[in-house]
């Protein structure tokens, strides 16, 4: 070890003796000024007893003769340790609980024992509320409550509430009683009897337990099954009855054995009418009082069958959008061109070409088109040729004669007229004009009309017939499309005519009549020029149609 060392380690142990010199001399003074401080609080706590007894004499509460306590001019005694202090102090408190005690020995049942120090946290004696005995012992079963006194001693808020506990009053109910003029019914509109005149709260009755009894639910299937089969049992029964016919029989029988009530004398629809009877009803009189309901002025019109029943109306086609109708011919293409797939696969039929164009030509061929171009495109062109010609002959094959067509348009324009039959009436001041002519009698023809032109002096009759179609375009034929003012006649005969007869109306075109018959009248369509009205009746009588004359030549425009 160096001499360094060693200096260092003296220097460490005067140092710490140094430390420990200068902390005992701090306890030191630590304990004096205690002392004095205890000093100065005893003399201050003497003077203010002096001060309180001098009081206490002057009001007679003390006697004068006792002993006055030391003056705090007295010597004081030797300053004495902090602990001895302390100790002198819990002495003094020990003291002074004793003698409150003893003064006051109701607090407890019992003296407490000084020398009880083994139940006493910190040298401290119980409360007086939780002692029970003279023992000393804590009374853990009853608690405070039974030991705290009623009258004599008074302790804390929180003690006096448990020692006096205040119970909730209870709200009884009060039952009200119910007057005289409750239950009277001229008094009380509201009162209704069958509920009761009984106020206040109904007892409750608890619902007792509902149980099933064994065998229940299995019953009422058996009944279901049972009557079921009931059902099935009588229907079976009715079917075999009307297989046989007997069921006519039985309504027969039943008709018979039931007894009907016989008529009233005068029913109730005509009690006003008949107040006598019908035997004493007497018409004339009825209807000429003038306080009937009924007069002579009622019309009864005869009722008429209609001509014909009409057809059951026919199912319009559903009506498609462009959108729709493109996808339902897409799908027409796909469904044709996979079936003629499936032949290719199965040998039914040869394998198509390709369709070679010039515009193709390269890509469709390739190398071959290279080889050998002026060949290739020879072939190609004759395929374009054989594609072309079996167009044209698709389409001369499927083009239609003459005759088919116009077989076709006489279909189109056939109606069935077997159920119904319209009838329309025209009536023409003028038809002498060739045109007209051609026009009326060609569209009655084209549309399958029958009936008669009736060619007359002043009086031109068309009758058609036929169907709804033909008939709506018939008349805008003679209404619309043909213009009867126009005359193309030669001057001399027109003023040859208006010399002769001077001037006339001017020319036009009416519906006299329309409406439905059951059967054509006519059989076809005719012109039929006829110089007299006798001539025209005699051969309408054998159409049945002189009807149609009577109506044209009776007939009044509305301008009229």
Known sequence: MSSSDSLKRRHLEDGGNEGREAKKSKSEGNAVFDADKVKAEVAARAREI???????????????????????????????????????RIDEAKQRIRQSLQANPSLLAAPILPGDKEKRGLNMAYHPALMVDG??????????????????????????RIAQPKEPAKKE????????????????PYYDPKLGTKLGPRPRIRKGFKFVQPGRFVNEANQLRAKAQLEKLKQDIAESVRKTGMDVE?????????????????EWWDAPLVPDGYENFDAD??????????????????????????????????????????KLRRQRRQEAQKEKRDKIRLGLLPPEQNKVKISNLMMVLGTEAVQDPTKVEAAVRAQMAARLKKHKDMNAAGKLTD????????????????????????????????QHKFKVDMNAQQHNLTGVAILYSGLNVVIVE????????????????????????????????????????????V???EGEIKDRLFKFFRFKPLPTEARIKEYLEKMRAVHYWDAAKNYVGPDA
Request: aromatic share 4%.
């Open 250 to 266: 039985l309504d027969l029988v039943a008709e018979q054995g039931m007894r009907k009530e016989p008529p009233p004398a005068v």
């Open 511 to 513: 519906l006299v009549w």
């Open 135 to 160: 023992s000393g012992q804590l009374n853990i079963k009853g608690g405070a409550r039974a030991l705290i006194p009623k009258a004599d001693f008074a302790t804390v808020k929180a003690n006096q």
């Open 285 to 326: 009189a009825v209807l000429m009082s003038e306080t009937s309901i009924v007069t002579n002025y009622v019309q009864h019109p005869i009722p008429i069958q209609p001509p014909a029943e009409p057809g059951d109306p026919k199912l319009k086609p559903l009506m498609l959008t462009t959108k729709e109708r493109k």
């Open 50 to 88: 002096q001060e309180k007894m001098a009081a206490m004499r002057k009001q007679g509460l003390l006697p004068t003769g006792s002993p006055a306590p030391s003056s705090p001019a007295a010597p004081s005694p030797p300053a004495l340790s902090r602990q001895d202090e302390m100790q002198r």
């Open 173 to 188: 109910m009060k039952i009200e009683q119910v007057s005289a003029d409750f239950a009277d019914p001229t008094k009380n």
């Open 403 to 434: 005759e088919q067509r116009k077989e076709k348009k006489r279909k189109k324009l056939r109606e069935d007229t077997s159920n119904l039959v319209e009838v329309a009436v025209f009536r023409i001041n003028d038809l002498s004009h060739p």
């Open 466 to 509: 036929g169907g709804p179609k033909g008939i709506k375009a018939y008349k805008k034929l003679m209404l619309r499309r043909i213009d009867w003012t126009n005359e193309k006649k030669g001057e001399e005969d027109g003023a040859e005519e208006a010399s002769s007869t001077g001037p006339k109306a001017p020319n036009q075109c």
